[in-house]
C-alpha cells in the first residue's frame, strides 16, 4: 500500500478518535514523536547532505540556483499582492481584546540584525537549535572547503554518511502514518471545529489567497519558464509533500520528507540538497498571506486608511523580512506588529491580532506550512526542468 494512503488512513481514523473519544490523549503522544524525530534528523541531514554535495558537485548548478531564488522571490512577492488584492475586495475585522504575549521585531533592521546573526552563530549550536540558515552557511563553507583539500577518499566517505542518514530518515518516513493520526487526533479533539464559527470569514480570507497563489499564481510563473503543464507537478508536490506538511506544521520537519520526493522526482541530488533547506527559509509565500492579510486585517478594524500602493509596498517588505523569523514557531505573525507599525498602530493592538493568529493556527498554520512547503519542491523541480530546456 502506498505511503500516501496509509497517511489518508492514518487521517480519518485519527479525526474519528478525536471526535469519538477526545479523552483518549494518549493518542496524541504519536504525533509528537513523529515530529519530534523529523526535528532531531532535519538539521543532521541538510548539514550532511549539502557539504557532500558541494564536495562532489561539479560545474552548471549556478543558473539552476539563479533560478530558483527568482522563483521563491517571486512568487513571495505575488502571494503578498493577491493578498492585498483580496483583503481589499474582501475586508475583513477583528474581534479585538485578547492578549498575547511574545516578543516581536521593533524594525526591519531587527529582523535582518537576528538574519546575519543567525547565519554566522556556533555550528553546533546550529545544529542542536535547528538553526537552518547557520546550518546552511556552515555547511556551504565546509563542503566548499573540502571540495578543495579533501581527498576523493575522504569525500566519499562524506557522501556516503550522507547516505546514511538519508536511509534513516526514509525509515522515520515510513511511520508518518501513525504520526498523522496522532496529530489529527489532537487538532480535532482540542479544537473541534470552534474556529469556523468565531473566526470564519478571516480563516476562509486567508486559506483563498494561499489557494490562489498555490493553484494559480505558481503554475502561471511555471508554464512562462517550462512552457509544459505544471498540475501533474503541482499536484504530486501538494499530495507528498503538502499533505503531509499541514499536519506536521513544522517545515523544519517536511525538510527530508520533500528531500525523498525530489529523489523520487528523479531531480539532481547536488541541487536539491541546497535549494530545498533554503526553500524551507526563503520561500515564504504563506507567510506573505498571512502578515498581509492579518495587519491590513488590524488596519480595516481600528479605521486606518490604507492605500492600495502602499499595502502592497508593505506587504513586499513584510514578506523580505519573513525570512529572518522563518525558524520560530509561528515567526509570520510575530511580524505582524512590525508590519502593524508602518501605519502607526501600536503594538498593543497589534499583538492582540498575534494572539489570534495563534487561535486559528490550527488552519492557518497548517495551510501556510503546505504552501510553503510544497512549493519548495515545486519551484526546484521548475528550476531544473527550465535550465534542461535551455541545455
Given at each position: ?31 509528537t ?21 558541494i ?11 539563479r ?13 503578498a ?38 547565519m ?7 545544529l ?27 569525500i ?48 476562509l ?44 506544521r ?21 541541487f536539491?540538497s ?14 506573505a498571506?498571512?502578515?498581509t ?50 501605519f ?48
Open positions: 500500500m502506498s505511503l500516501v494512503l496509509r497517511i489518508l488512513i492514518g487521517l480519518v481514523v485519527g479525526a474519528a478518535l478525536g471526535l469519538l473519544v477526545p479523552e483518549w490523549t494518549a493518542v496524541g503522544v504519536l504525533g514523536v513523529f515530529v519530534g524525530a523529523l526535528k532531531a534528523i532535519a538539521p543532521v541531514l541538510v548539514a550532511v547532505l549539502v557539504a557532500a554535495s564536495a562532489k558537485a561539479g560545474g552548471g548548478l549556478g543558473p539552476r540556483f533560478t530558483v531564488i527568482m522563483l521563491y522571490l517571486s512568487s513571495t512577492v505575488l502571494a499582492v493577491v493578498a492585498v488584492v483580496c483583503s481589499f475586495l474582501f475586508p475583513v475585522t477583528l474581534r479585538l481584546g485578547v492578549e498575547a504575549e511574545g516578543a516581536a521585531p521593533g524594525a526591519l533592521t531587527d529582523v535582518f540584525t537576528n538574519l546575519l546573526a543567525n554566522v552563530a556556533n555550528p553546533v549550536a546550529s542542536t537549535q535547528a538553526n537552518y540558515i547557520g546550518i546552511l552557511f556552515w555547511a556551504i563553507l565546509i563542503g566548499v572547503a573540502l571540495k578543495l583539500k579533501a581527498s576523493e577518499t575522504t566519499n566517505v562524506v557522501h556516503d554518511f550522507s547516505e546514511v542518514i538519508t536511509l534513516t530518515v526514509k525509515w522515520v518516513i515510513q511511520f508518518a502514518p501513525f504520526g498523522i493520526l496522532g496529530l489529527v487526533f489532537s487538532s480535532v479533539s482540542e479544537s473541534g471545529l470552534e474556529i469556523f464559527t468565531v473566526y470564519g470569514r478571516l480563516v480570507l486567508l486559506v483563498s489567497c494561499m489557494a490562489v497563489n498555490t493553484l494559480v499564481v505558481n503554475p502561471l510563473i511555471a508554464f512562462l519558464l517550462t512552457r509544459r503543464n505544471p498540475y501533474p507537478l503541482l499536484f504530486a508536490c501538494l499530495r507528498e509533500s503538502g499533505l503531509q506538511a499541514f499536519f506536521t513544522s517545515s523544519a520537519a517536511n525538510i527530508p520528507i520533500n528531500m525523498t520526493l525530489c529523489k523520487k522526482l528523479g531531480l539532481d541530488e547536488d536539491y541546497v535549494s530545498i533547506p533554503l526553500g524551507a527559509t526563503v520561500n515564504m509565500n504563506g507567510a498571506v498571512t502578515i492579510v492579518m495587519t491590513l486585517a488590524v488596519a480595516h478594524t481600528v479605521g486606518v486608511e490604507v492605500s492600495f500602493v502602499s499595502a502592497i509596498v508593505l506587504s513586499i517588505i513584510a514578506t523580505l523580512g519573513a525570512c529572518g523569523t522563518s525558524g520560530v514557531a509561528g515567526g509570520s505573525l510575530l511580524l505582524i506588529p512590525m508590519a502593524c507599525s508602518f502607526g498602530i501600536g503594538n498593543d493592538v497589534a499583538m492582540q491580532a498575534v494572539a489570534i493568529g495563534f487561535i486559528i493556527g490550527v488552519v492557518q498554520d497548517s495551510v501556510e506550512t503546505a504552501v510553503n512547503s510544497s512549493s519548495d519542491v515545486f519551484f526546484t523541480a521548475t528550476a531544473e526542468l527550465y535550465d534542461r530546456k535551455n541545455q
